[in-house]
């Protein structure tokens, strides 16, 4: 069958990216599904295993901040569509090494809406849907709320960490390609994301790992800071009708409606795993441990998604017990994922996959 779009998807190794990639490769036989990805230690071809087969994907390795690279790229595929996931994404990281989140999330999505826009202006003769830049971004970028209030699209940025930072000057200079050069924009900006494929430096896979090996469970300062959750694969569902459905040039947010304290949200799990694991109840959470907090540590994200749900029809699919579950679940069955990640070893997946080809 012939492809009638040809999408590229960045960052679709990663732990959303992949759920992104799985999802459009599946659902859409008639796309053409490109997954740019430089596999940093956040990128994982063995998250997509179960697509890596399939006839409509292609991988490519790559970097998003090398302009020359992208630039070539886009002049030989001229997709009709980005997706664009790729980024540092961990708060602690970005306070220990700022300048690679200035690189990848502000510099490589400056190549990319310079690639974009050279092909949008100049399109493939055989292009049948109109141009369009999905830009994926955090609500972390409208700063942290007090005790009350939601983040809605109209909230003022304040973004507070190296990483926020970086996300909310890609958000802006996104925009700014829309309004002044009229690219056909559209973005969304979402809360904590949790699931399978997780990489476990992140809260939930790493309290899990650690539970699980009866290791101390770090809560930062007094864990009384709040998140938003969502299950990945929500979040996946949100992409999938943004993308086909969103106005140019508007932005969703996408959020739980499910905020949590850290310390509760870890007792939680550590009864959740005493029962998987067998263990007596209480006996998980003698793991909890209080260290030093983060530095400028945000108190709390809370998402009003009402726009995303009033216009579009999205909505949560599994609630929060359920989604926890099944990523308990799937981290008690991936032991094997688990250690290759926390090890390194992730990097000879691609060696095996693709050295051949
Ligand atoms: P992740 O760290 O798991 O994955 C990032 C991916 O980008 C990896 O596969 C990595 O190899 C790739 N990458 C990094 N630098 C690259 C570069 N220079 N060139 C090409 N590829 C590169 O991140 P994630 O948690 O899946 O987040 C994906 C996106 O969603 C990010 O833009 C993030 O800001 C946003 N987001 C994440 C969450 C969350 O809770 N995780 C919530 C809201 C928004
Ligand atoms: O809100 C969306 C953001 O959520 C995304 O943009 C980021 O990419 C993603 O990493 C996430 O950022 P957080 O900083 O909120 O996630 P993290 O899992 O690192 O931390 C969640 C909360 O738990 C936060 O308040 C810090 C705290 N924490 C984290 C770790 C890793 C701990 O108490 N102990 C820990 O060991």
Redesign the pocket.
Known sequence: MPFNRKILITGGAGFIGSHVVRRFVKNYPQYHIFNLDKLTYAGNLENLKDTSEASNYTFIRGDIVDQTFIDELFAVEKFDAVIHLA?E????RSITNPLDFIMTNIVGTVNLLNAAKSVWQNPNSQSQTPFLFYHVS???VYGSLGKTGLFKESTPYDPRSP??AS?ASSDHLVMAYHHTYKLPVVMSN????YGSHHFP????P??INNIKNNKPV????K?E?V??WLFVEDHAAAIDLIFHKGKIGETYNVGGNNEWK?IDLIKLLCDVMDKKLNRERGTSEKLITY?TD?PG??LR?AIDSSKLQNELGWKPSVTFEQGLEKTVNWFLANEEWLNNVTSGNYQHYYEKMYSNR
Not at 89 to 92: E, L, R
Not at 218 to 221: D, E, I, N, S
Request: contains cysteine; proline residues 3%.
């Open positions: 980024a994404s961990h708060v602690d955090t609500d972390e990483y926020s996300k979402c809360s904590n994301n430096e992140k809260l939930i790493l309290a770090p809560v930062y300062g864990g800071n998140r938003d850290n260290v983060r540590h945000d994200y």
